[in-house]
């Protein structure tokens, strides 16, 4: 099931939103409270007027769009669900989600001689899944995944008490789903341009079919703002095939990453009296071509609250005066829009290099202990055309970019964060034969983890290299009439006095892993 605006809403009536065999449905129409019913009022006139009746004009193009084309946005096909609201559940629709997946692996193992053995596998894997909404215009993307790996590991046995084992590997993971789908064939990338999204400036662009989020609950990025009455109508609901959407556009959060992990390691054990002696090395090098737009997404979104029909006013019949955000949205009084960097790939590289050496030393025929120690190095993450840039906490009105005359000055190396050389993390451990049939066994170790340095909080993502959009209007208070967006203006600024900003990620330059024992 999916939520869609009535007939009667579309018409800019809202008086189904006073009705309490609608709006205290739940309780067999009978209200508990007065605020269960909403009266609407004008949030940009500072004495706030009520809307006659819970009429509003239609305003928005978006809307009169939608609206004049019903087999794009359909009217409802059923009754709504007894949940308090003139609409929840009140369209039935086709909903599909279709998972497909191929995997092989071939190996080969090769006794090349007494002494050595070599083994050599393959694995390749090609999976994604497609998504069909009740809502043609909610636009889901179709991601594939498709992997690929080859590992060789070799044994060579140099006499009776010492073994080598080289490996080598590569892996790519990929991961493709940042392009969105038009079941409607209408719109393809020019749904901003047919829905009057950003028509009174120049200079839109739209880089993935659909048309932008015009949504009715809270944005993914901090606002100003809190939805009030009428989230259903932007619901999801989670069914045993998956999350059917009900969307209005599509702001596309979707990614596209390439990752690329070469790896080379070597192991020797050595048996000599008591002793089991154990040396490795590895060395990983990381590659991860990404583009990442954000929380807000490469087409954007209109966050429609509920703001733009809300009263800093009691109401005097004691009706809700939160407002209600389809309203909002008829009026085309948007409380939050956003827009995420569509720029990339990002290339990012490191190198990852770690030894150890371990002791087994049976003590006694019935005690092993174990000593050992394991050292890291993780180069600071670099991109590879030096995108990146982050803010100098001893000067903030400065932008540093990676690379830079400037970021050397200040002491930033390439990565933008000092390299990392304390990883040292020891490990003990025992195992203690009480009776032929009861073992006990303890230890303890050290190891790293470093956290927070996701795609989404790499300096990568930092201006001038991706521009990320928010901006959030105000909500109506005591004589002061609200501020709200219209989507004519696309993602620019137009609201007086309404906040807007960019977002930095900005990491400590003495960043260094957690150690966990």
Not at 140 to 156: C, L
Not at 208 to 220: D, Y
Not at 228 to 238: K, L, M, P, R, V
Not at 341 to 358: E, L, N, T
Request: proline fraction near 6%.
């Amino acid at each position: 099931n999916a939520t869609v605006l009535t007939a009667k809403e579309r018409q800019g009536d809202f008086s189904e939103l006073l009705n309490p065999a609608l709006m205290c449905s739940a309780n067999g129409g009978v209200c508990t409270k007065k605020s269960q019913l909403i009266q609407l009022y004008d949030a940009t006139n500072p004495s706030f007027p009520a809307f006659a009746g819970n009429q509003v004009p239609v305003l928005n193009p978006a809307a009169q769009y939608l609206f004049a084309h019903p087999e794009l946005y359909p009217l409802p096909n059923q009754q709504p669900a007894a949940t308090n609201s003139p609409a929840a559940s009140n369209y039935r629709g086709v909903f599909k989600n279709r998972s497909h997946g191929d995997q092989y692996d071939v190996k080969v193992d090769w006794k090349a001689s007494t002494d050595d053995t070599l083994s050599v596998r393959f694995t390749q894997s090609d999976n994604g899944s497609t998504t069909t909404n009740p809502l043609p215009v909610s636009f889901t993307s179709a991601p594939v995944n498709p992997v690929r790996g080859v590992a060789i590991n070799e044994v060579h046995t140099f006499n009776t008490s010492m073994v080598n084992e080289f490996r080598a590997g590569y892996t790519r993971v990929q991961n493709l789903g940042a392009v969105l789908l038009d079941p409607t064939g209408v719109f393809g990338t020019n749904g901003n341009q047919i829905l009057g999204i950003g028509s009174l400036t120049s200079g839109e662009t739209q880089a993935f079919a659909g048309f932008s989020a015009l949504s009715f609950t809270n944005p993914a990025s901090p606002a100003n703002i809190t939805a009030s009455n009428g989230t259903e109508y932007s619901a999801s609901t989670t069914t045993s095939l998956g999350t059917v959407a009900t969307l209005l556009g599509n702001s596309n959060t979707g990614t596209n990453y390439t990752d690329n992990t070469f790896l080379y390691g070597d192991n020797f054990t050595w048996l000599r009296g008591n002793h089991t002696f154990k040396f490795g090395v590895q060395f990983q090098r990381q590659q991860q071509n990404n583009f990442y737009p954000g929380n807000d997404g490469s087409v954007g979104g209109f966050y429609f609250l509920g703001a733009g029909t809300a009263s800093p006013n009691a109401d005097p019949n004691g009706y809700s005066n939160a407002g209600y955000t389809v309203a909002d949205f008829l009026l085309n009084r948007a409380s939050f829009v956003s827009k995420g960097g569509v720029s990339g790939p990002a290339g990012m590289r490191s190198w990852r290099d770690a030894y150890f050496v371990q002791d087994d030393w049976r003590i006694l025929p019935n005690l092993t202990l174990s000593l050992g120690v394991r050292y890291e190095y993780d180069q600071p993450i670099y991109e590879v055309h030096n995108h990146m840039s982050t803010i100098d906490p001893k000067n903030p009105s400065v932008i540093l970019l990676d690379g830079t005359a400037a970021a050397r000055a200040a002491g930033y190396g390439r990565g933008l964060v000092d390299p990392f050389y304390g990883s040292v993390m020891p490990r003990v451990g025992f195992a203690y034969s009480v009776t032929p049939r009861l073992v006990v066994r303890g230890g303890y170790g050290i190891q790293n983890f470093m956290e927070g340095t996701g795609a989404n909080l790499r300096m990568t993502t930092n201006l001038p290299f991706q521009t990320t959009y928010e901006a959030s209007g105000n909500s109506p208070s005591k004589g002061v009439a609200g501020n709200f967006f219209d989507i004519r203006y696309g993602f620019s600024n137009p609201a007086s006095s309404a906040a807007s900003g960019a977002v930095y990620n900005v990491w400590d330059k003495h960043i260094k892993p957690a150690f966990i024992g």
